[in-house]
């Protein structure tokens, strides 16, 4: 089983569609996926179709006080489960930081589904900050896969989110963590800009950056409002085509086929 997170500190970028069309895509590909919601908005929750709850969220396990098994809810996508969030998780930031181990601490929660092989694949969907909960995220994950959208602002905001990953690494925490992945995201074709920004990324990150981009397309914003996957919402559309392809090539990344 592996664990990644979903990261990128600036908001705005995608994240949550990612985490979002990337866990279901990977369910109707056959694999068994938890997506756990970190960001105390709730938006990966509802957009898919499920209800914030302060009860159902990671909240009691971080601290310790409930087995994180019991958290877990199934989703009307076969094969693919969900921790809701809630906005109680914005104090659990406060609680955590108060203790050794709030680095880790993520980690010792999640090890406990890994040795019980349920999953395949655990996506985290981060909150749009450098706070614990991300922090925490990153020194659980075994690889982090970045959204990033293509302007030049996401330019810079990259640079930082591949510092505070090595800078996690350097801490002990996570010395294996992986920069797995760069998904670049609002792909317009008809602009010099966006062509110009996949350039410069893939001058870079060569090895890190996916071959399929994904479109800005209405229908991917659409979809979360409706708490629905675009694979639910405009299955035949450019958006499901994308996000379908980078699950594949999430797949083949990591020696699986579908």
């Known amino acids: 089983m592996k664990i990644i997170a979903i990261a990128n500190q600036k908001g705005g970028v995608g994240k949550t569609t990612t985490s979002i069309s990337l866990s279901a895509g990977l369910a109707l590909l056959g694999q068994r996926v938890l997506m756990v919601d970190l960001d105390p908005q709730a938006n990966a929750t509802s957009g898919l179709g499920a209800e914030p709850s302060s009860e ?82 990153l020194a659980s994950a075994d690889e982090v896969l970045i959204p990033l959208q293509c302007e030049w602002f996401g330019l810079e905001g990259l ?31 008809r602009t ?39 694979f639910e919402h405009d299955p035949s559309g450019t958006g499901a085509r994308a996000y379908m392809a980078v699950a594949q090539e999430f797949l083949e990344r990591h020696g699986k086929s579908y």
Request: glycine share 8%; aromatic share 6%; proline share 5%.
């Open 56 to 137: 159902g969220s990671i909240y009691g396990p971080l601290l310790g006080s409930e087995p994180v098994a019991d958290k877990i809810i199934s989703t009307r996508i076969k094969r693919l489960s969900i921790i809701p969030a809630d906005m109680d998780l914005a104090g659990v930031e406060i609680e955590l930081a108060r203790r050794d181990d709030h680095l880790t601490r993520l980690r010792t929660v999640l090890q406990d589904l890994k040795k019980k092989g349920l999953f395949d694949f655990i996506i985290l969907d981060t909150p749009p900050s450098l706070g614990v909960l991300m922090t925490s995220a």
């Open 159 to 189: 640079a930082k989110i591949v510092h505070v990953i090595e800078q996690i690494k350097e801490s002990g925490a996570a010395p294996e963590l992986s920069l797995s992945g760069i998904i670049m995201t609002m792909y317009d074709g």
């Open 192 to 230: 010099n800009l966006s062509k110009q920004v996949v350039e410069e990324v893939e001058k870079y990150f060569k090895e890190q950056i996916y071959e399929r981009v994904i479109p800005r397309t209405i229908k991917i914003g659409e979809a979360p409002s409706f708490g629905r996957t675009i």
